[in-house]
C-alpha cells in the first residue's frame, strides 16, 4: 500500500500516531484538505503539512482529513510524524531550504559511541544557517566537556572518519572561531556536552550555505565531531589547521532533507 510517493511515509504507525497526539492538539477542522492516495487509488494515513504554515498538518485516517495545530512554537515534521523544534522540521512552507546529517561512530568498538543527528535550516533568500545539534553518548565522566565541530570537505565516511579530508575550507584562510572573519568556512566551533553526556544546541552561522549557488554550500560534504575542544586556531602545532581538536568520535554526510 505505501508505493513509491513523496507523501508516503512508510514509518508511519499507530505508535507514531500516539506520539503525534501528544504533541499537537485537534482543531477540529474537518474535509478541507484531500488526503493524498496511493497508484491503486487507496488512501494513504499520516501527517501532512498545512501549505502554507508549519505549525499546522492535517492527519488523514481511512481517507479522512483532520487539521491539528503544533503546541509550543513547534513545526510539523512529515520524516518523524511529529511535532518537532523549527530547524529540524522538514516543512517547505517556511521558504527554507534543510539538510541533516546522522552521525555514526568513528570506531564502533570506541568507549564513546555517537549517535544523533545535525540539522540545517537556511532562508531560501539567504542570510544565516540555524543548526540544531542533538547528539549522545559522550562519556559524561571523562574530562572533555567540549568538542569542536566541523564541516569537512569530502563527503565521503567510507572506513571511517578519515575519509572526511580536512576542514571545509573553499577561501584557504586559517583555522579559527565561528566569530572570527579569518576561518575555515566548516569552523563552527564546540557543542558542549550535558551531564548526561548528550548535547542538545542551537547554533547560528554566517557562513555555511545551503543554497546550490554559494560557493560556501555543505550539501554533500561532511560533519565531524572530535575528541577534544578546539582551541579557534590560539594553541600551538596544527592550532591554524585543525584546532587541535584531536581523534575523530564521530561524521556523518550532509543530506538534503528534502523527502
Ligand atoms: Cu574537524
Redesign the pocket.
Known sequence: MCSVNKYCNPGFTLANMKLLIFFAFVTAVRGQFECPVDIDGNPIDGGFAHETDCTRFYNCWEGEATEWTCEDGLWFDSWTQGCVHPIRSDCKAGDYNNARCRMTPNDPDAGQQIFGDVFFRQNQTGGNTDIYVELRGFDPNDAEVLH???V?TEGSIEGGCAATGG?FNPTSSNHGSPASEDRHV?DLGNIEEDTTGSVVMVLIDDKISLLPANPNYIIGRSI?V?ATYDDYGLGNGTSLI??N?GA?LACCVIMANDF
Open positions: 569542536g565541530m566541523h569537512h576542514h566548516g565531524v572530535h585543525n584546532g581538536a575523530r
